[in-house]
């Protein structure tokens, strides 16, 4: 038996819910039973994962007052190994920890250089300085590091016992955030209160549905949280819609987030504001019609898409050769 569908509208996202069968408490103990047993290693990004972090996205908020703003976090200089990944993430994430007042959703991903950096979705209570602060001490851990460059001059600067030989093409470091771009490109913060609020969303929900391989190669965990007792999670505006209405409200969601690639059955993450969301509900439950005024022309807010714009040509030229239009 399947239950209802329903559209679970939240501040920065959109959940819609085909229904899911229910399992009689028999059948739940078979299904437990099969899947006892130690959990594999995490290779890859699957698609479940991939889904429960786009659907995280949508239901966070922040602790009230708090800022956000998204963090790009990126090693400088040659690529490292996964041992020192692991080294300078984990005095990076027991410092936030210590320090309390922050929280961090992380996303891990491959540059084409090989070298691992992280998307993430900030709330704090000061802004991003401790972020780069902490930031900038984990990658020191690394220690000395020489290779390439993209610099064009030659320098040497000091700071402190810590120095940096540059040469054209070549750079020299005793601490990595002395690498030339490393005050640029280390930490790169974008903020999500001006303009488009759910930007960094999308743009990290995107990050989640990547499947290539050149930015999936990286094995371990993919995604999580820092000081998750501290991230709260939106009440939803639940509608209950007919199967067939459901399936309407999709496909054009899906246009309206430009979401093309969703199936017909599960759970399926949009981010989209919810005032078009909920009046998409009620047009397609025939509440109303969605229709805006602009220079004293209405039109639908929805583009057709490209099998809508071959039927309406064809239409059109039947018409204009005198030939019968079918109804």
């Not at 399992?23 to 594999?40: C, H, M, Q, Y």
């Not at 040659?78 to 961090?104: D, M, T």
């Not at 600067?157 to 640029?184: F, H, M, N, S, Y």
């Not at 989209?272 to 439950?285: E, G, N, Q, S, Y």
Request: a positive charge.
């Amino acid at each position: 038996m399947m239950t209802d569908c329903e559209m679970q509208i939240y501040p920065k996202g959109t959940i819609a819910d085909m229904g899911h069968l229910i399992f009689t408490p028999d059948e739940i103990a078979v299904k437990r039973l099969k899947r006892k047993g130690r959990r594999s290693a995490i290779l890859t990004l699957s698609r479940a994962s991939a889904a429960r972090l786009r659907r995280l996205l949508a239901q966070a908020i922040g602790p009230v007052g708090w800022v956000c703003f998204g963090i790009t976090l990126t090693v400088p200089g040659p690529p490292i190994s996964a041992e020192e990944w692991h080294r300078i993430w984990n005095a990076f994430r027991h410092k936030l920890l210590r320090y309390g007042k922050i929280v961090l959703v992380w996303r891990i991903e491959l540059q084409e250089r090989g070298q691992p950096h992280v998307h993430c979705v900030c709330w704090g209570k000061t802004g991003e300085g401790r972020i780069r602060e902490y930031w900038n001490d984990a990658i020191g851990l690394l220690g000395p590091a020489e290779g390439e460059a993209n610099i064009d001059y030659e320098s040497t600067i000091t700071c402190g016992k810590d120095r940096a030989e540059l040469k054209p093409g070549w750079a020299k470091v005793t601490r990595r955030w002395l690498w030339p771009g490393a005050d640029k490109h280390a930490v790169k913060v974008d903020g999500l209160d001006a303009g488009d609020d759910a930007g960094w969303w999308r743009y990290l929900a995107a990050h989640a549905s990547k499947f290539k391989q050149s930015q999936l190669g990286w094995k371990g965990r993919q995604w999580g949280i820092v000081n998750r007792p501290l991230l709260a999670l939106a009440k939803p505006i639940v509608i209950k819609l007919p199967r067939k209405a459901m399936f309407c409200a999709k496909r054009y969601l899906q246009r309206l987030t430009g979401c093309r690639y969703s199936s017909g059955h599960g759970r399926q993450t949009y981010f989209a504001k919810p005032d078009p969301v909920v009046r998409l509900c009620d047009w397609a439950t025939g509440k109303c019609q969605p229709v805006r005024n602009l220079c004293e022309s209405s039109f639908s807010p929805f583009k057709p898409w490209k099998k809508e714009k071959r039927e309406q040509a064809k239409v059109l030229r039947r018409q204009m050769l005198g030939v019968p239009v079918k109804v």
